[in-house]
């Protein structure tokens, strides 16, 4: 065997320190900026490099001149990707200098737009955090000095977008969540909270960073003790915060519900659009939406539909949408609560498409129970609603108001008063995303067509007609047979001689014979009707003749 070595192996070197990288960085710079101004190849993108090495040179000139700058955390960990992104514009500057190097003409290109990417990235994360440094600041000096160092990071927070996964990665953000603790004052703590809900909106990553460091207890404790401004903001990054599912379930574990539900009673108009922004985002949990029933939360909600400011009402119908959602233990409470009042009045009183389509889609929900199925049936101003949004709203609205026309116990009167939407449901019979939509067209326009008014008006409409008859084209794939079959047994039914002619005018018997071939569902029911009128008209002329 051989003699153990380990005591003649060295240790690895040390990494060098800030102030020496930095130094490595400088040279390497000047002397870039040096050698590139006699490459004669790529010249308009070395041009482009010179001038971001020109403006980083006097980033780093900057940054010596500072005090205490290698004391920096933030530094220590940009210098090192710099100095890497550098020595590889070095090798290409060598490349392009040396005559006998013929590199490929679209790689060279390639190699050279990544290095000129890549050192304005690093470039501009220097001069947007080193230069101030400013989450280092927070650990040190007067309370003075750190509400300036709070003003510089909201700045450039709000400057850039993307910054604040930068000083989430880069930064030290314990030390800012620190600064939510009681033991400082309040106008630290306000400006510590708007940084905290900055980030917390950021980014999916500063969200994640902002949570990890722990700043939900505290932001919950500043809701439940501070000033009302201080609660504002504080419930404005909670509500940030808990937008990721992955965070919500915290809000239970610091004992949240009760403050958040608090502040929705007895806050300010904007304390409580963020709470009932917290409180929709936490009520995707099953447990917590157990707890917000204990806690006294529906109640609440129900009365925000008609009482808060346009924001707090959205959330509000998102989130008794949730609820709706979650069983007919949570419809029980919703309508005891006056709930399908107050969305009925919502969906009429607001102007905004997302708070009718939330409260529309807690309508239907609620349509399941008895007692509202009969309220939804029997009221004219809802049914003729229904149909204006089938004509005039979103996909989303257009599909959740045919479900309710399709689902609904509407007298004669009212479809009768509703007919006017029904070359909408045809249009939405054509459509193939989203998924459903085509089938709640159809059984809309069929529950319509149990009317013989509403019949013959749309065999008088011809646009609507041949739409109906292109959909039974075996050819035409977009859409399920069965569909436009039911829709013609719909239009075949009763006495109605003038449908049954239309139809066959416009070519629908041909589609139906293969479509009964094809045993399509109701497609053989729809021919015999046709083919009855067909036979008639036969014996009609042949008793003439």
């Excluded at 220097?126 to 400013?134: A, Y």
């Excluded at 919502?346 to 199925?373: G, M, R, V």
Aim: charged share 20%; net charge neutral; aromatic share 4%.
């Amino acid at each position: 065997m051989h003699p153990t070595t380990d005591h003649m192996r060295q240790p690895p070197p040390e990494p060098p320190c800030p102030t020496e990288r930095l130094d490595q960085i400088t040279q390497l710079l000047s002397h870039l900026l040096q050698s590139t101004l006699s490459i004669t190849s790529f010249t308009s993108r070395w041009q482009g490099l010179r001038s971001k090495l020109a403006t980083l040179k006097s980033v780093l000139s900057e940054i010596s001149d500072s005090l205490h700058w290698s004391d920096n955390p933030l530094l220590g960990a940009l210098l090192p990707d710099l100095l890497s992104t550098l020595c590889r514009i070095k090798t290409l500057c060598c490349q392009c200098s040396d005559p006998s190097f013929a590199p490929g003409k679209l790689l060279m290109q390639s190699d050279l737009d990544m290095a000129s990417g890549w050192l304005s990235k690093q470039s501009h994360d220097l001069e947007l955090l080193l230069r101030s440094g400013v989450l280092h600041q927070l650990q040190i000096g007067s309370l003075e000095f750190k509400r300036k160092a709070l003003d510089s990071l909201i700045q450039i927070l709000t400057e850039d977008e993307k910054s604040a996964s930068v000083v989430a990665k880069e930064g030290n953000s314990s030390c800012l969540i620190h600064l939510l603790d009681p033991i400082y004052p309040d106008s630290v703590k306000e400006l510590a909270v708007v940084a905290v809900s900055i980030l917390a909106s950021g980014s999916d990553f500063s969200r994640k960073c902002v949570f990890e460091e722990g700043a939900l207890g505290p932001l919950l404790k500043i809701i439940e003790c501070s000033s009302m401004t201080l609660k504002e903001k504080a419930a404005m990054a909670v509500e940030f915060i808990t937008e990721d599912p992955d965070n919500a379930w915290a809000i239970s574990a610091y004992g949240g519900v009760p403050i958040l539900i608090e502040l929705c009673k007895s806050g300010s108009v904007t304390a409580q659009s963020y709470s009932v922004g917290a409180i929709r985002n936490i009520s995707t949990v099953e447990d917590i939406r157990i707890a917000l029933v204990e806690e006294g939360a529906i109640p609440v909600l129900v009365q925000l539909l008609v009482c808060g400011i346009p924001p707090a009402q959205e959330k509000a119908a998102n989130c008794v949408a949730i609820l709706a959602s979650s069983g007919k233990f949570f419809h029980s409470l919703l309508l005891q609560e006056k709930g399908l009042q107050r969305l009925l009045h919502l969906l009429h009183e607001s102007s905004n498409p997302d708070t009718i389509e939330h409260a529309l889609h807690a309508i239907y929900l609620l349509s399941d129970s008895d007692s509202s199925y009969v309220t939804l049936s029997g009221s004219t101003t809802f049914i003729i609603h229904l149909a204006e949004l089938v004509k005039y709203g979103s996909i989303m609205l257009q599909k959740i108001s045919a479900s309710l026309l399709a689902n609904l116990s509407i007298s004669d009167g009212n479809k009768r008063a509703i007919g006017g939407c029904m070359g909408s449901l045809v249009k939405l019979m054509e459509s193939m995303k989203p998924d459903g939509l085509q089938e709640v067209g159809a059984n809309a326009l069929v529950s319509l067509l149990s009317v013989r008014s509403n019949r013959k008006e749309f065999v008088r409409d011809d646009k609507s007609l041949m739409k109906l008859v292109h959909m039974l084209d075996p050819a035409n794939d977009v859409i399920s047979k069965r569909f436009p079959v039911a829709v013609v047994v719909a239009l075949t039914a009763g006495s109605s001689h003038g449908c049954r002619k239309r139809l066959m005018t416009a070519g629908a018997y041909v589609h139906l014979q293969r479509l009964a071939d094809m045993d399509v569902a109701g497609a053989k029911k729809a021919l015999q009707r046709l083919s009855g009128n067909r036979l008639t008209n036969i014996f009609n002329r042949s008793w003439r003749e």
